[in-house]
């Protein structure tokens, strides 16, 4: 699913974000889910990468995340941007005083994390409160659809910006945490189709799209 930027925007609206209540199994999520979506979406993060991130992966004053223990056992330092990090910033003393010895920086109780099940639960009932994120052919929107969408945003921001994007994909490769640059240059093959400004400049650099074999 190819979020657009005012389903983004409706997302993350006050309205749908503030829907989200307090259960006895996790009477923080009003505070945690609305950041922990936001981290996914503004640094490009797996689901499973954000939502087992530990307090001290954290770096609030210098504005990183650490990023261990991946799937593709690379771990990564990350930069945190200035809107995001305020926000975190605000959100973290709000936990402190909730959960003061926490494990996780987005925890669903005092020494444990969401599930991948209940996370992907949660998102979807903001999916369906916003009104977005259904697809005629069955293709619904997914947590993971937010990484997706931090990959095409910033391709297109730099193709925008007339820089070469293929000199710049080992960089994302490594932001990404990609094993392979075969698994970054996969996104090449969406962007003309999503987003005008490639799809101008598509004669340009569309000659020297790589084949690659997704089997």
Known sequence: Y??????????????????????SQAMSRQYVLPQLFSTIHCCGLRPGEARTLLVGDVDLEQGWLDIKGTKTCRDRRLPIGELLLLELR?????????????????????????????????????????????????????????????????????IEDGKDVYALLPYLRLYLGHSSILETEYYLQWVPEFFPVFEHLYGKLGNNLPEVNHG
């Open 2 to 23: 190819f979020f657009t930027e005012e389903n983004l925007r409706k997302l993350f609206s006050d309205e749908v974000m503030g829907s989200l209540h307090p259960v």
């Open 90 to 158: 605000r959100y973290d003393l709000i936990m402190q005083k909730r959960l003061p010895e926490r494990k996780y920086f987005f925890p669903i109780k005092k020494k444990s994390c969401y599930a991948s099940s209940s996370l992907a639960s949660a998102f979807r009932y903001i999916l369906r409160d916003a009104g977005i994120g259904q697809s005629s052919i069955g293709n619904n929107a997914r947590l993971y659809d937010m990484r997706h969408h931090f990959v095409f945003r910033n391709i297109n921001i730099w």
